[in-house]
């Protein structure tokens, strides 16, 4: 069965602080990896990525992939209080199965 | 364009009774995927379905929870003799046909169940 594994679970910043949420993957038919951002209520799409190496990037936040290592990166630099959520990886097949996902908690 | 619409927002339910669970895709949409979701957990996938087909139900269990999408109406998510174990946030996300190039499901605000 694939697997998705997210870490940390949880972390906790303070405001200007850059944080880094790992993603790691072992599925069968590898198509693109998506990462989703939880606040309150319903996750919103960030970023999809298919090759390795290659940056996706939107405002202060990027993600690269390796599929070598089988792994993603969530990259957010000079964190606000508004980044605070569940940050979800999950790898686009069929069933779009999700990680448990790494809760970003940033203080003033 | 309305988003995913969910319905009820909030459920509450005795042990034993059934819940039903509806969800109105974006317009032009015709992939709809249910999740659920416990506090302080991911979003663990449950059934995948196109319009009158259920695509994949690996994530769904096989006793008392049934889903379906129609050709006209909404998906239902229907979970039969509840038990407290059934409460949490039940969401809904729809994509159309390209899905799988563009990456990007789009989710409801969930359904929120909670067994007494």
């Known amino acids: 069965e694939d697997k998705v594994v997210q870490s940390p679970l949880s972390l906790v910043v303070h405001e200007g602080d850059t944080v880094t949420l790992n993603c790691s993957y072992e599925?069968?038919?590898?198509?693109?990896l998506l990462w989703y951002k939880q606040e309150k209520k319903a996750p919103t799409f960030l970023f999809m990525l298919?090759?390795?190496?290659i940056e996706k990037k939107s405002g202060r936040l990027s993600s690269i992939l390796d599929k070598k290592e089988l792994f993603s990166i969530l990259n957010i630099t000079a964190t606000q209080t508004g980044d605070s959520a569940v940050y979800l990886c999950?790898?686009?097949?069929?069933?779009?199965?999700f990680g448990a996902g790494t809760r970003l908690t940033v203080k003033p | 364009n309305a988003g995913v619409m969910q319905n009820p927002r909030h459920l509450v339910r005795r042990r034993g009774q059934e819940a039903r669970l509806r969800c109105s895709p974006m317009?032009?949409?015709?992939?709809v995927y249910w999740y659920r979701q416990l506090p302080e957990e991911g979003l663990k996938f449950m059934v995948y379905?196109?319009?009158?087909?259920?695509?994949?139900e690996s994530g769904m269990p096989k006793e008392r929870f049934s889903a379906e999408f129609p050709k006209e109406g909404p998906s239902i998510l229907r979970i039969q003799q509840v038990v407290r174990g059934d409460s949490a946030a039940y969401f809904c996300?729809?994509?159309?046909?390209?899905?799988?190039?563009?990456?990007?499901?789009?989710f409801g605000e969930g359904s929120r169940l909670t067994v007494l």
């Open positions: 996300a729809s994509s159309p046909n390209d899905r799988l190039n563009t990456g990007e499901l789009f």
């Open positions: 599925v069968t038919n590898f198509r693109s």
């Open positions: 298919t090759s390795s190496g």
């Open positions: 999950a790898h686009n097949n069929n069933d779009m199965r």
């Open positions: 317009k032009g949409h015709s992939h």
């Open positions: 379905l196109q319009k009158e087909n259920i695509i994949d």
